[in-house]
């Protein structure tokens, strides 16, 4: 399976232009994104904007939201319980949402999400 790696643009806090990692695999019955971290130290982090990246990210590269699984790709050594989190993002009429109920999110492990991907993500480091 191939996986699709971007530099997205977002807009920040303060208004300021950041950016994040996408990674796209695009299955025959869903799609997979996956959210990283910038490598630059003083932009807005992802998990901050999820809805703003969420929205942008079906718009721009023509995803369908009701099919997609989005994840965050959470680096060392905060992935004390998973290094990939499934994040509560629904598509309801107001726009792309983030489930704020008090369920958890769901921790996946690495070859958990190459299951899921169906491709080895070292390709896609």
Known sequence: ???EQITYPFMGIDQRISSCTLTICRRPDF???IIKNSDQVDETLPIKKLEV???GVTQDYQIDPDRTCWLMQTPEPLNLLG???KI???NKREGMTLDTSEQPWSYLSKSEVEIMTGASLRAAA
Do not use: K, N, S
């Open 88 to 90: 509560p993002i629904q």
């Open 31 to 33: 799609d997979v994104v």
């Open 53 to 55: 990246i969420a929205a």
């Open 1 to 3: 399976m191939f996986l």
């Open 83 to 85: 290094e990939y989190r």
